[in-house]
């Protein structure tokens, strides 16, 4: 560093509003944000998440209001998670290619409700399907089969594709499924419906609430450590990266968030493609439950942990607090 006290006084930048502003290197804005939105059966519902507060699983009118919200905040995209129906879920996942669907009714009440206004991202994994919460097929000793279950969610990615989709994102983890769902939208039409890869997704302590709001927690059989990365691991990460931008991935997510701003860092570092981060359920819950607790003002927790993520190098974070946050960044 070139100048040295007095000469050089880092304080000077920072003594007023006005040049803090001139000077800051990043700046998060209501575009940044996706809004994780969960789906449920029925009309008229909303069902608090006892384990995320402030967080409802909604019908699919209820969604299509909370994507038009979305818009007028001026967020640009929302992500859909299904509550599947117990009698709707089996050992296979069915259901997952279902063109009717609470996945597939909630992405046409959208773009009725929104024409192209707000992306859709959908999420490709046989959990929220599954009777044994698994994201895959199993096998006779409760493995998840990598090439079987890679089949079924091509054809979960087409339908919802077929349903209207904009960003097929696919959460399972297993090996091949970016190039195979890829291969699968160039030949049935859907040149441009983008992939968003959870490229480097790991076994993490963070997903119990998001469990909770698609009802898989109780019916998990095992764990996921056979597909979803172990936390020790970073180099494998880049590995996981690389082998989904060569299928085709147009963007990448690291989940969960925070605890894994080092692996969102180097991704861009190597890469430099588009990276984005989940900031999980488990996360949302901590910052929820130190409000709670009066050890922290939720204003201030969720703007500065969601610019870590853009200091991390995200072009963008899903967040279950993206309302919330688009509010006070519109002032």
Not at 149 to 167: F, P
Not at 316 to 325: I, N
Request: hydrophobic residues 45%; charged residues 25%.
């Amino acid at each position: 560093m070139n100048g040295s006290y007095p000469n050089l006084r880092l304080r000077r930048t920072r003594a007023s509003g006005w040049s803090r502003a001139l000077h800051r290197e990043n700046v998060l804005t209501p575009a940044d944000l996706i809004w994780p939105l969960f789906v449920t059966a029925g009309t008229g519902v909303e069902e608090p998440i006892a384990t995320l507060p402030g967080v409802s699983r909604w019908s699919v009118d209820g969604i299509a209001k909370r994507a038009r919200e979305a818009v007028d905040l001026g967020i640009p995209c929302v992500a859909l998670f299904p509550n599947t129906p117990a009698d709707r879920r089996s050992d296979d996942g069915e259901e997952a290619l279902n063109p009717d669907n609470l996945m597939c009714r909630a992405i046409r009440a959208i773009r009725d409700a929104c024409g192209d206004d707000v992306g859709i991202l959908t999420d490709v994994a046989l959990d929220p399907y599954t009777a044994h919460g698994q994201d895959g097929l199993v096998d006779d000793t409760g493995y998840v089969v990598n090439d079987d279950t890679v089949a079924v969610l091509v054809d979960q990615a087409l339908n919802q594709a077929e349903a209207g989709a904009d960003i097929i994102a696919p959460s399972d983890m297993m090996d091949g499924r970016v190039k195979a769902i890829r291969m699968a939208l160039e030949m049935n039409g859907h040149p441009n419906v983008q992939i968003m890869s959870y490229a480097a997704k790991y076994a993490s302590a963070f997903y119990g609430p998001f469990r909770d709001a698609v009802g898989s927690r109780g019916l998990l059989k095992g764990d996921k450590k056979t597909y979803q990365m172990d936390p020790a691991n970073a180099e494998e990460a880049l590995r996981e990266v690389a082998l989904d931008i060569a299928e085709g991935a147009d963007s990448v997510m690291v989940k969960p968030g925070l605890p894994y701003l080092d692996i969102v860092r180097r991704v861009k570092e190597r890469f430099e493609v588009p990276v984005f981060a989940y900031q999980v359920s488990g996360e949302y819950a901590m910052i929820e439950a130190a409000v709670a607790a009066g050890a922290g003002e939720r204003d201030a927790l969720v703007l500065e942990t969601l610019m870590a993520f853009k200091r991390a190098g995200c072009a963008g974070v899903l967040t279950y607090h993206a309302a919330h946050a688009a509010r006070l960044l519109n002032g």
